[in-house]
């Protein structure tokens, strides 16, 4: 049996929505994780200080009794944020990031920004006073091939910000391809980049062969082995530019097996177990802490958390659930499609 103990993990990229689904998935993050920065794209989304406030109190409402756990809220970056709202939500602490969607380009995406031109207010007021800008980094233009969207969108929009505003702090949230990995490397103490836990293990083979696979359908959608390679390497050098963000996204399982199916993988429950599994085939269990637990925080200027976490290694095969049952409905939880001897000791 092998037992390794890291610093309580943060997720610095979630999806805990609202109402019966947020009570449902809250805990499966809250039992292992003790902060994460929330995604804001509710419908209506998350786009005002007032909103994040309520938001957080529901959050922290339908937290079950004795579980501890702190929502880092984001404001919905819109053509209409008020850059004064915004500076005043961050000088209370009760926002810590500002979330860009490219209008279109996801779930709920559709009050998102047409032109970085109209937010070069707040984008300024923002790298004035340090907040980081979240970036869901996929270009919308229909001609672009849904493949090459990450990249497109570093080269179009990502580094002519980043040279227009060098003191803009940025995520690249859910970096997906080898040339994301390598942009992320690069870009000094302002950038970081957050990776998912199944990005890590399933490439487009995964979602395509063998017949439509729609819970392993997520945007960005995983792209060729390659780029799964290269996220392995990122997530396990150790490099401070790297760090978790599951973005684990519920939907229940309606809305996934449909004709139209939505984008996101449910990675909440088995996300630390799968992590463990990872790194240790990748000879990297020795900086799992540093991805999961010490680089997210050192971005976000937050300290570490003092708490521990510990994992351990069991001879047979630990079994997850394969659904968690909310009052919305049945979610089905992210299958690695491998047997995971890596279980979270309580
Ligand atoms: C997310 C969601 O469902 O809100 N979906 C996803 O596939 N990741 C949105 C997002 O982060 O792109
Ligand atoms: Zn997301």
């Known amino acids: 049996m092998t037992r390794i103990t890291l610093r309580r993990p943060d997720d610095w990229h979630l999806h805990l929505r609202d109402g019966a689904m947020l009570k449902g998935v809250l805990p499966e993050t809250a039992r292992h994780f003790a902060r994460a920065i929330i995604m804001p794209n509710l419908v209506p ?34 053509e209409g944020t008020d850059p004064a709202d915004v500076a005043a939500a961050a000088a209370s602490g009760l926002v810590k990031a500002v979330k860009l969607y490219p209008a279109g380009a996801t779930t709920n995406s559709h009050s998102g920004v047409r032109d970085l031109k109209n937010v070069m207010n707040v984008l300024e007021k923002m790298a004035e006073i340090g907040l980081p800008l979240c970036t869901h980094g996929e270009v919308t233009d229909p001609q672009v091939d849904i493949f090459d969207r990450e990249a497109v969108f570093i080269d179009t929009v990502l580094d002519p910000l980043r040279r227009r505003l060098p003191e803009l ?39 395509l062969v063998g017949g439509i696979k729609p819970h392993y359908y997520c945007l960005p959608v995983a792209k060729r082995e390659k780029h799964r390679l290269a996220l392995r390497r990122a997530a396990t050098s150790g490099n401070p530019a790297y760090f978790l963000g599951t973005d684990s996204a519920p939907h229940v399982d309606a809305l996934k097996e449909h004709a139209c199916g939505c984008a996101g993988c449910f990675t909440a429950t088995n996300t630390m177990p ?42 047979a095969p630990q079994t997850f659930p394969e659904k968690i049952f909310t009052e919305a409905g049945p979610v089905t939880v992210f299958n690695p499609g491998f047997p995971v001897h890596w279980h979270v000791e309580t």
């Open 169 to 207: 702090r940025v995520v690249m949230e859910h970096i997906t391809t080898e040339e994301g990995a390598a942009y992320a490397a690069e870009g000094g103490a302002n950038l970081g980049a957050t990776i998912t836990t199944h990005h890590l293990i399933i490439n487009r083979n995964h979602i």
């Open 45 to 78: 989304p998350v786009v005002t200080g007032d909103q994040a406030a309520a938001y957080r109190d529901r959050i922290l409402a339908a937290l079950p009794e004795g579980m501890a756990f702190e929502p880092l809220m984001t404001l919905y970056l819109t």
């Open 274 to 315: 799968l992590l463990a599994h990872v790194f240790e085939e990748d000879g990297a269990l020795d900086r799992l802490e540093a991805f999961a637990s010490l680089n997210g925080p050192a971005f976000y200027r937050l300290p570490a958390n003092s708490a521990t976490l510990q994992l351990v290694k069991h001879e």
